[in-house]
């Protein structure tokens, strides 16, 4: 294990004696025992005012600190949504940048150095960051509520311990889309995936089709159809990946059928020159030499800082990823945001009160929140399904089980079709380590 590791392990260790503080709040943190994704004694989905009668007389004045490793003004509307809140309850709030490779490490170090913050943002299973979580079943907050999502509280719940929070209504999360831009299918005269999701006939067969026949079109190796997420795509459509979880613990998945069938088609894809084997090619789709980008719907926020080109010609557009014949049926997430309550929040008990406004879209203007109002529509409907699928593998293969979970597909990709199997079985004891460290901290939580 790394040195910096080693540190961050020794930190961690030492966080783990300190709990949330009730800033403001009535100081209540015992352990309720209940599931934040049971009923209970719900409110059955209480309005704000009811919610804000509960706040404290004495949070007035109060600070809730939120750390995310982006600026506030990426999300539409969240500054004036920030100041709505204060100005109605009396609580500052500071939202702090924090960098993004560094993240789970700085979280991990204040909550040791008891400078914890209020509010972290989540986007994964960060077996690194859970650890220093709060459970929100410690809160004295009714997370039963049914505004909150059930489906992202059960993906932060490990042994009936809840570790991170969204609303069910809320417009910030990201769902896995494909965007495109709009004036290359013009400019080659190609059938619009927007249109044709809208009729029914969005599927992995018409995507590809688009993607050939954008490359004979274009006749130039300077653009490229498509650049991918982590080059799992076609696996994670079939549902599966080398890493999948069963219950509260995960195990190797690396025997599944389906694992094999997408790397093929991937490598098959890379060989055709569909895509390459460069990951997240930001600066050329937004020059206009990739047609399809695979990403989340977060870039296409309006004032999100990705893509100001192509939002400023009305040349972006995003549609849910392609149906694939045989693979799976439910919504394919990259980052699973989420929010969470470090342990030692000095106003931990406060924190909830700023999530359910922040994260209510009513509090939002959704027709101007994403660059085109077509997104909405595509927002809605990935966030109507109730099934999730997630891929685990670059969240939980790390360096510091030998090889990062991106390094492991970009040495795929560059396979052979007929070699993708060789390929998968040479990282088989790297999956099994990722699997075994996962669990053991895990263990750790119960």
């Known amino acids: 294990m790394k040195i910096a590791s080693k540190l961050i392990c020794l930190l961690l260790a ?59 003004t990426d999300v539409t509307g969240a500054v004036d949504v920030v100041e709505q809140f204060e100005n109605e309850t009396g609580i500052k709030i500071e939202w702090v940048k924090g960098s993004y490779n560094e993240y789970s490490t700085k979280i991990a170090a ?22 220093v979580l709060e459970p929100l079943q410690n809160i004295d907050f009714d997370f039963t509520d049914e505004a909150w999502d059930t489906r992202i509280m059960d993906f932060y719940t490990f042994d009936g311990k809840t570790y991170g929070t969204n609303m069910r209504n809320t417009l910030l999360q990201q769902p896995r889309a494909l965007l495109y831009n709009k004036n290359l299918i013009n400019r080659f005269d190609l059938e619009d995936p927007y249109s044709l999701w809208k009729q029914g006939n969005w599927n992995w067969e018409k995507f590809e089709e688009i993607c050939k026949t954008f ?3 274009v006749d130039d190796d300077t653009y490229l159809p498509w650049t991918s997420y ?19 613990r995960f195990v190797s998945n690396m025997s599944d059928p389906n694992l094999l069938k997408g790397w093929q088609k991937m490598c098959q894809l890379r060989e055709d020159g569909i895509t390459n084997n460069i990951r997240f090619d930001i600066n ?36 849910p990823f392609p149906t ?53 529509d595509v927002h809605e409907a990935l966030m109507k399904a109730e099934n999730m699928y997630v891929n685990y ?38 999956v099994d380590a990722a699997v075994k460290s996962t669990n053991d901290v895990l263990d750790k939580l119960k």
């Open 230 to 248: 982590q080059w799992a795509d076609a696996g994670d459509a079939y549902g599966s990946a080398m890493i999948k979880r069963e219950g509260d």
């Open 393 to 430: 593998d670059c969240g939980l293969i790390t360096d510091d089980i030998g090889k990062g979970g991106i390094h492991i597909n970009a040495s795929i990709i560059n396979a052979k079709p007929a070699n993708a199997s060789t390929k998968l079985n040479e990282y088989s004891n790297l």
């Open 324 to 376: 694939i014949d045989g693979g799976t049926n439910a919504t394919v997430w990259s980052e699973v945001e989420a929010y969470a309550i470090p342990q030692g929040a000095p106003c931990g008990s406060l924190a909830p009160f700023f999530l359910r406004y922040y994260l209510d879209s009513e509090n939002y203007d959704k027709n101007t929140f994403f660059c085109d109002p077509t997104m909405l």
């Open 215 to 217: 490359k004979e079109e």
């Open 110 to 131: 204040r909550v040791a150095s008891q400078d914890s913050p209020d509010i972290v943002r989540l986007m994964r299973i960060d077996t690194g960051l859970i650890r």
């Open 14 to 72: 030492l966080a783990m004696v300190f709990t949330v503080a009730g800033c403001g709040g009535n100081g209540d943190s015992s352990d309720t025992g209940s599931s934040g994704n049971n009923t209970g004694n719900s409110a059955n989905n209480a309005g704000w005012q009811e919610i804000k009668a509960k706040i404290p007389a004495d949070a007035k004045g109060k600070t809730i600190e939120v750390f995310s490793w982006n600026d506030l």
């Open 284 to 319: 050329n789709f937004e020059n206009g030499k990739i047609l399809f980008f695979t990403e989340s719907l977060i870039s296409v926020r309006r004032t999100h800082f990705y893509w100001k080109s192509l939002k400023a010609q009305g040349a972006l557009a995003a549609v």
